[in-house]
């Protein structure tokens, strides 16, 4: 009996680890006119700030691509797109409402790319959606009553990072020297980004309201995402230089500044109807 309470376990944790594991991007596009959708889905998320049918839509100089690593289809935790579509229609805390993938893609416009969200059903929304939802082709449907986030997403947070940054585990003067030797080659000693490199915090970047802005929420992606290529950051680098970075200006975020006028808005499934977030300073600024 015992025995086999033991194996049942051991089988157990084997199916929660094979759960994990995040499969391979499909390898074919779907054929006919759902195809060429999905390839401009794709286009726009390696694109988006310079694309036609999104630029106007993007107020900062990102990429969905810039934390959607390979557009979505990295393996890495946090980043990938694979398994994301098969969580939607999923419970979203920040707009108090059920959301659809639509909805949680073009709420991104408002806060990661700092801009303006897009009508649900234009032609870039569907596609974007259709890409994504190519992406969890073969996966099964498991909907998610907690977060609008994807299976291989969960849990999110990074429950070591949050554990550290709740317990005041935060060095931002530490932060700087892992941010100057592992970051700054790529993302600038002022922040700005170099070439094609993105910048990380200033007018360009991500504003206040945006997921990357919360240092429990950088520090998990960061984890497992950066340096690029070949993320190595232990749990205390990830907080403190996610800290460091966040210790920067950047815009601050009003929600119905980035809702459009009335007349093209379409619906806007929230029951959130404001939000305000300050620019985030680290160490938080007193009261
Ligand atoms: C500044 C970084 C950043 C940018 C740019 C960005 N995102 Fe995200 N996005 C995140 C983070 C962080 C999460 C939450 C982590 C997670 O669980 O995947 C997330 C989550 C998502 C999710 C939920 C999926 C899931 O599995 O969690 C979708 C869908 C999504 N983003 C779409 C987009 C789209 C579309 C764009 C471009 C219009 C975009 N994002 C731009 C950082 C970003
Ligand atoms: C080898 C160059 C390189 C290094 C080193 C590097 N990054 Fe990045 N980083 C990138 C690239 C490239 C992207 C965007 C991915 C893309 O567009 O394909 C990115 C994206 C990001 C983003 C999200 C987009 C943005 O600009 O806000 C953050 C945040 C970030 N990196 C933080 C870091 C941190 C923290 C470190 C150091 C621990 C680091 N990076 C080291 C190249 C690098």
Known sequence: MRKAVGLALVLAVAGLALAQKVPDPPKAYPPGELGELVKLGEAIIMQTDTHPLTKAYVGDKLQCKSCHLQGGKTKNKYATFIGTAAVFPAYSPREKAVVTLE????????????????????????????????????????????????????????????????????????????????????????????????????????????????????????????????????????????????????????LTDHLPPADKLGVYNSNVPEQIIPAPTWPPAKK
């Open 103 to 254: 909805d949680r893609i073009l709420n991104c416009f408002m806060r990661s790319m700092n801009g303006t969200r897009p009508p649900v059903a234009s032609k870039a929304s569907v596609a974007m959606a259709a890409y994504i939802t190519w992406l969890s082709t073969g996966i099964p449907i498991q909907q998610n009553s907690k977060k609008p986030v994807g299976l291989y997403s969960m849990p999110w947070p990074d429950p070591a990072i949050a554990k550290l940054v709740k317990s005041g585990k935060v060095d931002v003067k530490h932060g700087e020297q892992v941010y100057m030797q592992k970051c700054a080659a790529c993302h600038g000693k002022d922040g700005q980004g170099v070439g094609t490199f993105p910048p990380v915090w200033g007018p360009n970047s991500f504003n206040a309201g945006a997921g990357m802005a919360n240092v429990i929420k950088g520090a998990s992606w960061a984890k497992y995402n950066m340096p690029f290529g070949n993320p190595n950051l232990t749990d205390q680098e990830a907080v403190d230089v996610m800290a460091f970075i966040n210790s920067h200006p950047r815009p601050s975020f009003k």
